[in-house]
T-cell receptor, first 111, second 119 residues
Framework: GQNIDQPTEMTATEGAIVQINCTYQ??????LFWYQQHAGEAPTFLSY????GLEEKGRFSSFLSRSKGYSYLLLKELQMKDSASYLC????????????FGSGTRLLVRP | GAVVSQHPSWVICKSGTSVKIECRSL??????MFWYRQFPKQSLMLMAT?????????EQGVEKDKFLINHASLTLSTLTVTSAHPEDSSFYIC???????????????FGDGTRLSIL
């Protein structure tokens, strides 16, 4: 079966660092995506990992371990505008390229 | 960057009405588009995969006759919610897959969503 787990909610302080974890069990694997979604808006693409290791993009970094079925999104120098839901999504290995989304993590950044 | 336009952004209509939602890729060709449904405080649930020139592939539990999908061109897919009822009220989001070559990550770009309210 397919299962993607993320914590439901997290709280952090402005200027701090937060790590959002994602574990997955899927029938196939062809990459893992992280999206940010503000309430009432569509998701926006943050990062993509298909090989093990860390991908860094400004204040955001994403890590993948395929053997452990594990990824995390690291947000540095948190800003108030980072308060949003963060969605972990796995692309299955077939030709459909469809994404299976986790339930999302709601991050609240406090002053 | 790649832009996906979704229209309309908000629909309020009476029970029994059919509602059509359009999804367009504005600056790239999308051979594959996806339709999602999202309830409040929940994640995106894939409804169907829409392929240009062929029938859509529906996820388990999604009624094909209820949610009609047409992908007539490389830049346009439509979702029609037929005879909508209050339980169909939800946030519907489309995405389009951008082809960036064999080694590209081929990200999905999302439209702004359509909030459907059935009275």
């Amino acid at each position: 079966g397919q299962n993607i787990d993320q914590p439901t909610e997290m709280t952090a302080t402005e200027g701090a660092i937060v790590q959002i974890n994602c574990t997955y069990q899927t029938s196939g694997f062809n990459g893992l995506f992280w999206y940010q979604q503000h309430a009432g808006e569509a998701p926006t693409f943050l990062s993509y990992n298909v090989l093990d290791g860390l991908e860094e993009k400004g204040r955001f970094s994403s890590f993948l371990s395929r053997s452990k079925g594990y990824s995390y999104l690291l947000l540095k120098e948190l800003q108030m505008k980072d308060s949003a839901s963060y969605l972990c999504a796995v692309r299955e290995g077939d030709s459909s390229y469809k994404l299976i989304f986790g339930s999302g993590t709601r991050l609240l950044v406090r002053p | 960057g790649a832009v996906v336009s979704q229209h309309p952004s908000w629909v309020i209509c009476k029970s029994g009405t059919s509602v059509k939602i359009e999804c367009r890729s504005l600056d790239f060709q999308a051979t594959t588009m996806f339709w999602y449904r999202q309830f409040p405080k929940q994640s995106l649930m894939l409804m169907a995969t829409s392929n240009e020139g062929s029938k859509a592939t529906y996820e388990q539990g999604v009624e094909k006759d209820k949610f009609l999908i047409n992908h007539a061109s490389l830049t346009l897919s439509t979702l029609t919610v037929t005879s909508a009822h209050p339980e169909d009220s939800s946030f519907y989001i489309c995405s389009a897959r951008e082809y960036l070559g064999e080694r590209g990550n081929q990200p999905q770009h999302f439209g702004d969503g359509t909030r459907l309210s059935i009275l």
